[in-house]
T-cell receptor, first 112, second 116 residues
Framework: DAKTTQPPSMDCAEGRAANLPCNHSTISGNEYVYWYRQIHSQGPQYIIHGLKNNETNEMASLIITEDRKSSTLILPHATLRDTAVYYCIVRASSGSARQLTFGSGTQLTVLP | EAGVVQSPRYKIIEKKQPVAFWCNPISGHNTLYWYRQNLGQGPELLIRYENEEAVDDSQLPKDRFSAERLKGVDSTLKIQPAELGDSAVYLC??????????????FGQGTRLTVV
């Protein structure tokens, strides 16, 4: 069973920020929040991950609420190439639960 | 540095025939995963290797699917015999083993299997 809930689809105007929400209300203390995306006909691509602090890299920012029950992936200036399915995943830090369990994700469409 | 390499990219076979997929992980990555992705769905884990040991194969249909990872590097996934419902994209991924900070998985392009 997927441990995350995401909207099935979202649109965003090119050049605007894309904010993708994710609910993970049953997350436990040793589980990280990971984000991957999958562009059509390609394998999933790692974007970012975090535990409880907000994180930023060259691709995106990850905002995690203080209670860790939800998070938001922010693409600051979306481009047409950001059109993809975005997956939010919770993953344990160690042990047999370290596998990635994908849900259905959010189809983000960036509109010109 | 080369990423995860999979071959073939596409395969069309008749039902009841055997098929094999090959994966070469990123150099130095000792964790290897095989996923299956049906149309419109997220990838589902089939098997995970730590070096040459299969540590999680609970989702692998063992009556027709088999996998091996000789010498802890390359891996093959085999289906024998294939069924119509096996049509999917088969993805291979690899990662380092260690602290979470360095264990993000890198995926190959996948093999699209069509069983007719």
């Amino acid at each position: 069973d997927a441990k995350t809930t995401q909207p099935p689809s979202m649109d965003c105007a090119e050049g605007r920020a894309a904010n993708l929400p994710c609910n993970h209300s049953t997350i436990s203390g040793n589980e990280y929040v990971y984000w991957y995306r999958q562009i059509h006909s390609q394998g999933p691509q790692y974007i970012i991950h975090g535990l409880k602090n907000n994180e930023t890299n060259e691709m995106a920012s990850l905002i995690i609420t203080e209670d860790r029950k939800s998070s938001t992936l922010i693409l600051p200036h979306a481009t047409l190439r950001d059109t993809a399915v975005y997956y939010c995943i919770v993953r344990a830090s160690s042990g047999s639960a370290r596998q990635l369990t994908f849900g259905s994700g959010t189809q983000l469409t960036v509109l010109p | 540095e080369a990423g995860v390499v999979q071959s073939p990219r596409y395969k069309i076979i008749e039902k009841k025939q055997p098929v094999a997929f090959w994966c070469n992980p990123i150099s130095g990555h000792n964790t290897l995963y095989w996923y299956r992705q049906n149309l419109g769905q997220g990838p589902e884990l089939l098997i995970r290797y730590e070096n040459e040991e299969a540590v999680d194969d609970s989702q692998l249909p063992k009556d027709r699917f088999s996998a091996e990872r000789l010498k802890g590097v390359d891996s093959t996934l085999k289906i024998q015999p294939a069924e119509l419902g096996d049509s999917a994209v088969y993805l291979c991924a690899s990662s380092l083993t260690g602290t979470v900070a360095r264990t993000e998985a890198f995926f190959g392009q996948g093999t699209r299997l069509t069983v007719v």
